[in-house]
C-alpha cells in the first residue's frame, strides 16, 4: 500500500497538478489584496481557498502515511506542508484573536511547497548545502563586522546624538542598512570618529559583498555543472 501512495505522489502528473496549483494559490493570493478584487471575486476565492486546503489536507495526510517513523514528522518539508494547511482550519475555530489573525497570514507557506516540486529550486538547495562552509564563514564575517561597526559607532555617536545613536541594538541597525550599501539616511553621524567608522563600514560592505558574490556565484556554477554532467 505504502508503495502505491508513494507512486502516486511521485507521479509526474501529480507532481505538476500540485506545482500548478501552489502558483494559482500564489497569483490569488496577491490578486487577493487588492481591496477591487476582493470585493468582486471574494466568494470565488474562499472556494478556491476550500478546494487548495483540501488537496492539501488530502496529500498531507498520504505523506503521513508513507512515514518510515514519527521523527519524520519535524523534518522541513512535513512542516511546511503541515503549516501550509493548518491555519485555514485554526481560522474556522471561533477565536478572534490578535495571535490568530497574525497567524492566518502564513497561508503563504504555501507558497514554499514550490521547494517540494521545482527540481530548479533542488538544484539551488545542493548548490547552498555544498559551500554551507563557505557561507557560514561569511555569515560569520558579517556578523562580526556589524556587530563591532555598531560598538565603535554607539562609542563615537551616542554623547553627540544620544537619541539617534540610543544603544547598540539602534546601531546595529545603522550598521547593517551600511553594510548593505541602502543608506536611508534616518540615521547619520556627525562626529569625525563616527564618519569614519562609518566608511569604513561601508568600504567593509562592499568586501563582504563579493564575498557572497563569489561563494555564490561559484556554488551555482558547481550545481549546473553537476547537471551537464
Given at each position: 500500500m505504502k508503495q502505491k501512495i508513494k507512486n502516486v505522489l511521485n507521479n509526474s502528473i501529480f507532481e505538476k497538478s500540485i506545482f500548478t496549483l501552489i502558483v494559482l494559490n500564489l497569483i490569488v493570493f496577491i490578486l487577493d489584496t487588492m481591496s477591487g478584487f476582493h470585493n468582486q471575486f471574494g466568494g470565488l476565492v474562499r472556494g478556491f481557498e476550500f478546494f487548495s486546503i483540501s488537496i492539501f489536507t488530502i496529500e498531507y495526510i498520504l505523506r503521513l502515511t508513507i512515514l518510515e517513523s514519527l521523527k519524520e514528522i519535524f523534518k522541513p518539508m512535513m512542516l511546511i506542508d503541515f503549516f501550509a494547511v493548518f491555519p485555514y482550519y485554526l481560522s474556522c475555530c471561533n477565536v478572534n484573536t490578535i495571535f490568530l489573525r497574525i497567524f492566518r497570514l502564513s497561508?503563504?507557506?504555501?507558497?514554499?511547497?514550490?521547494?517540494?516540486?521545482?527540481?530548479?529550486?533542488?538544484n539551488i538547495k545542493k548548490a547552498f548545502l555544498s559551500k554551507k562552509e563557505e557561507l557560514v564563514i561569511t555569515f560569520s564575517i558579517l556578523a562580526v563586522s556589524v556587530l563591532l561597526s555598531a560598538i565603535f559607532m554607539y562609542f563615537a555617536e551616542h554623547n553627540a546624538q544620544p537619541?539617534?545613536?540610543?544603544?547598540?541594538?539602534?546601531?546595529?541597525?545603522?550598521?547593517?542598512?551600511?553594510?548593505t550599501s541602502v543608506g536611508y539616511g534616518d540615521i547619520t553621524p556627525i562626529t569625525p570618529f563616527g564618519e569614519i567608522v562609518c566608511s569604513i563600514t561601508?568600504?567593509?560592505?562592499?568586501?563582504?559583498?563579493?564575498l557572497f558574490i563569489g561563494v555564490i556565484g561559484a556554488a551555482i556554477m558547481a550545481a549546473f555543472k553537476e547537471i551537464k554532467e
Open positions: 497561508r503563504i507557506v504555501r507558497i514554499l511547497k514550490i521547494a517540494r516540486y521545482s527540481q530548479a529550486i533542488e537619541q539617534v545613536f540610543s544603544s547598540i541594538p539602534k546601531c546595529i541597525y545603522f550598521a547593517i542598512i551600511t553594510f561601508a568600504i567593509l560592505g562592499i568586501g563582504i559583498h563579493g
